[in-house]
């Protein structure tokens, strides 16, 4: 489990990300995700086209797939690369994901290998609430550098 557990600004310039500076196993810069009512609404309904509970109205909930999404974000505040192509994600969510806060990403790259000429990196993060109570763990798979096809 990550030490750094409170977000920080992303550097005004970013490493590229590469198999060979892949820092595996070390901390990356927490993000902050703020994760407003309306925006938890307007995921819900333009991007899952589901108006019911529990994505909106009272007591409205973190969708999965916007929360899948911030690993990719989170990745992008630490570096540069892309294009890319999200590949797996596995979550465990340990509380209820709640709208309406900032939540915060902390994490680490675990793995990069190569496949098919892609480059590949398996990315670990803890979710923390505004409490910076344990609400959910991820573990992404991205091919963050993609072989050249032609």
Known sequence: MPGRRRAEPASETLPHLTMENAPIGEELRPCAFPYPMSEAEEYARDHQRDHN???????????????????????????????????????????????????????????????????????DGLVLDEGGREIGRMRHTTAFHLARRD
């Open 53 to 123: 509970a529990p994505w909106v109205g009272e007591g409205a909930r973190i969708h999965p797939g916007w929360l899948a999404g911030r690993m990719t974000r989170f990745l992008h505040h630490n570096y540069e690369y892309g294009p890319s192509i999200h590949a797996r994600s596995q979550i465990q969510h340990l509380a209820p994901l709640l709208a309406g806060q900032t939540i915060t990403v902390a994490g680490s790259i675990e793995q990069v290998y190569e496949r098919k000429g892609h480059h590949y990196a398996i990315v």
